[in-house]
Nanobody, 111 residues
Framework: QVQLVESGGGLVQPGGSLRLSCAASRSIRRMDWYRQAPGKERELVAAITSDGITNYADSVKGRFTISRDNAKTVSLQMSSLKPEDTAVYYC?????????WGQGTQVTVSS
């Protein structure tokens, strides 16, 4: 099993920055960040492999950066935030045949 714990969400003004972190209970390979806004489906925001290969949604390219702090922790640096970035952000990983999710952290971009 893998436990994932997110931190770092909050309220920020448009154009501001936030840094989210996801701490896993064990070393993980690929880690993803998803988000879900009210009334919308959960969407993939960014992903990083154990080799450091990254992938981003078009909507966040150039503004968000995913990185590995160590074998168990992945961060998502979010800059130039927009109101449409408002959502609950979840980290996710697969281990064996199972899919694991964190509890989510709220990000609200509003003036």
């Amino acid at each position: 099993q893998v436990q994932l714990v997110e931190s770092g969400g909050g309220l920020v003004q448009p154009g501001g920055s936030l840094r989210l972190s996801c701490a896993a209970s064990r070393s993980i390979r690929r880690m993803d960040w998803y988000r879900q806004a009210p009334g919308k489906e959960r969407e993939l925001v960014a992903a990083i492999t154990s080799d450091g290969i990254t992938n981003y949604a078009d909507s966040v390219k150039g503004r968000f950066t995913i990185s590995r702090d160590n074998a168990k922790t992945v961060s998502l640096q979010m800059s130039s935030l927009k109101p449409e970035d408002t959502a609950v952000y979840y980290c996710h990983t697969d281990w064996g045949l199972h899919s694991y999710w964190g509890q989510g952290t709220q990000v609200t971009v509003s003036s």
